[in-house]
């Protein structure tokens, strides 16, 4: 008997003893986050800059990407993290990539752009005109809140399906009447246009696109001290930023992190509402019957949930709380 018990305690030990390795060599990987060409997630080059992450004690690796192909990569599993929009995040998710968001970084405030040729001055005359969008995605749900905005429908304009980057050439090719897309994208459309006019914009709706930082589930629940560590650290990207006395030097690590002067990137910063902790927790707090409108992220989610089955993205709608967890902000 003692034998078996000492042998069974060995076991228990040894089980232990792994366990414990297992959790210390995944604690030891550094997180890998992709993030792509957005101001909300080109402000992470700040703290990445900086050497923020390992003052918090985490380390993290960050992997630069076009926007869809981060997405791409998250849900292949190569990503622990990847900034989305919120209705991009349920769409990744239902294909099976699966993310939770837990920083919501940003609202889009005029950055995504219904963009129409000469002679178009308003949503109301796209009517009877062919638009350039990508469909199923998030200018596609702007576009449908601008047609709404004046009464019309989907069904009152010819929709031709656009990858977004494309957009400007297209519009300047003269086969569509107007393009939905955000920056740069919209910012190129307006220049290769002249005369081309932003009819409607993100600004018109504050909180229809939401963009978030969504992480892998597994990797929340194993690493959720560093994730902690994660989130104050894009608060501290956010004070400075938003400092008067060191946002200057911000806009030239992100103008310089794609490419532009400070002077270009300034305009499209602005098109972005980067929130501050309190206002991020102000729009992450309602949920349930409380969360009702753009002006939550529950709220908003659950719109692009009802837009995404709509239009057949997907076939069912998601469970939207298992796709945001608050906790790590609120708790802040």
């Not at 003269?174 to 914009?201: C, E, H, M």
């Not at 978030?212 to 608060?235: G, H, M, T």
Request: net charge negative.
């Amino acid at each position: 008997m003692k034998i078996r018990r000492s042998v069974r305690n060995l076991c228990a030990g040894l089980a232990a003893v792994l366990a414990w390795s297992q959790a210390a060599q995944v604690s030891a990987q550094p997180l890998q986050i992709g993030y792509s060409d957005w101001p909300g997630w080109v402000a992470w080059e700040v703290a990445i800059e900086k050497d923020w992450f390992a003052e918090a004690g985490v380390e993290v690796e960050f992997q630069w990407f076009d926007y869809v192909a981060s997405m791409d990569a998250f849900a292949a599993g190569q990503l622990d993290a990847v900034p989305m929009t919120n209705g991009d995040t349920l769409v990744t998710g239902a294909s099976g990539g699966m993310g939770v968001m837990i920083i919501l970084n940003d609202f889009s405030d005029g950055n995504d752009m219904v963009v129409a040729r000469p002679g178009i001055t308003g949503v109301a005359d796209l009517a009877g005109k062919t638009v350039g969008v990508e469909i199923g995605f998030v200018g596609h749900l702007l576009l449908l809140n601008a047609l709404e905005s004046v009464g019309l429908s989907e069904d009152d304009v010819t929709l031709v399906n656009v990858p977004t980057n494309e957009t400007p050439q297209v519009l300047a090719s003269g086969d569509v009447d107007a393009i939905v897309a955000w920056q740069p994208n919209s910012g190129n459309a307006l220049k290769q246009v002249p005369g081309a006019t932003a009819i409607y914009t993100s600004a018109n709706q504050p909180g229809l696109i939401y963009d978030v930082l969504a992480v892998n589930p597994v990797s929340l629940a194993q690493r959720r001290d560093d994730w902690s560590k994660v989130v104050d650290v894009w608060y501290r990207v956010v004070d400075y930023i938003q400092d008067p006395a060191t946002q200057a030097d911000a806009v030239s690590i992100m103008a310089a992190r794609v490419g532009i002067s400070s002077d270009e990137y300034l305009p499209l910063l602005r098109g972005t509402k980067i929130l501050t902790l309190e206002e991020a927790k102000a729009i992450m707090a309602p949920t349930g019957k409380d969360a009702i409108g753009f002006g939550s992220l529950y709220g908003s989610t659950r719109i692009s949930n009802e837009f995404n089955v709509e239009y057949e993205v997907y076939e069912e709608p998601l469970d939207i709380d298992a796709y945001i967890d608050t906790s790590l902000t609120l708790a802040k």
